[in-house]
């Protein structure tokens, strides 16, 4: 199994910016995607961004392209989202995901979530 811890939350202000990273252990080396989504408060949990494994492609969703930055440094297992000109809006819990093959099955490893507060 793969497991996935997030850190890096926090409140920051209005235009502000946070970097949040979450580091992989265990079946790494089955990993072939991984990916942010967050969930606000009585909302569903939504995507965010998503890199592949050699880290050259990505996806982000239409609301964070152009401020959020998604990154990837396997030697460490660590996929990173630098988010910049942040707004109240961007305020969820951001949970890290991780898409991975178990003895040629699909599954799909969740951290348990860093909270990001917008707000001045």
């Known amino acids: 199994q793969v497991q996935l811890v997030e850190s890096g939350g926090g409140l920051v202000q209005p235009g502000g910016s946070l970097r949040l990273s979450c580091v992989a252990s265990?079946?790494?080396?089955?990993?072939?995607?991984m990916s942010w989504f967050r969930q606000a408060p009585g909302k569903e949990r939504d995507f965010v961004a998503a890199?592949?494994?050699?880290?050259?492609?990505?996806r982000y969703q239409d609301s964070v392209k152009g401020r959020f930055t998604i990154s990837r440094d396997g030697a460490v297992n660590t996929v990173d989202l630098q988010m910049n000109s942040l707004m109240p809006e961007d305020t969820a819990v951001y949970y890290c995901?991780?898409?991975?093959?178990?003895?040629?099955?699909?599954?799909?490893?969740w951290g348990q979530g860093t909270q990001v507060t917008v707000s001045s």
């Open positions: 995901n991780a898409d991975y093959s178990d003895h040629d099955v699909h599954k799909t490893a």
């Open positions: 265990g079946r790494t080396f089955s990993i072939y995607a």
């Open positions: 890199i592949n494994l050699s880290g050259t492609t990505t």
